[in-house]
Nanobody
Framework: QLQLVESGGGLVQPGGSLRLSCAAS????????IGWFRQAPGKEREGVSC????????KVADSVKGRFTISRDNGKNTVYLQINSLKPEDTGIYYC??????????????????WGQGTQVTVSS
């Protein structure tokens, strides 16, 4: 059974960093495009970064460029989202999602079939 589990969220002060993890089970992550999305209260889900299947390239949304970095560890079947210089507007639930055999990846939520349950990120002093 395909499963995605996000972790690494929490409460952090502005300017801090977090590394979110998305652990996959039941399938080989390398064959899938992975997207990271976030959703703030009252706002639509926003794609922040993605990586294509089988060594595909990455994309980062303009709104977070220079602060967010996506990477994957195929040996651990896990994808990471490194977030630096956190801002209060980064607050929200962060989700990972996958879609098989897609490269290049897309930042639209409609492009992904399988989703994790999300991890909360709160940036506040």
């Amino acid at each position: 059974q395909l499963q995605l589990v996000e972790s690494g969220g929490g409460l952090v002060q502005p300017g801090g960093s977090l590394r979110l993890s998305c652990a996959a089970s039941g399938f080989t992550l390398d064959y899938y495009a992975i997207g990271w999305f976030r959703q703030a209260p009252g706002k639509e889900r926003e794609g922040v970064s993605c990586i294509g299947s089988s060594g595909g390239s990455t994309k980062v949304a303009d709104s977070v460029k220079g602060r967010f970095t996506i990477s994957r560890d195929n040996g651990k079947n896990t994808v990471y989202l490194q977030i630096n210089s956190l801002k209060p507007e980064d607050t929200g639930i962060y989700y990972c999602a996958v879609e098989p055999m897609v490269s290049p990846c897309v930042l639209q939520a409609s492009g992904y079939e399988y989703w994790g349950q999300g991890t909360q990120v709160t940036v506040s002093s």
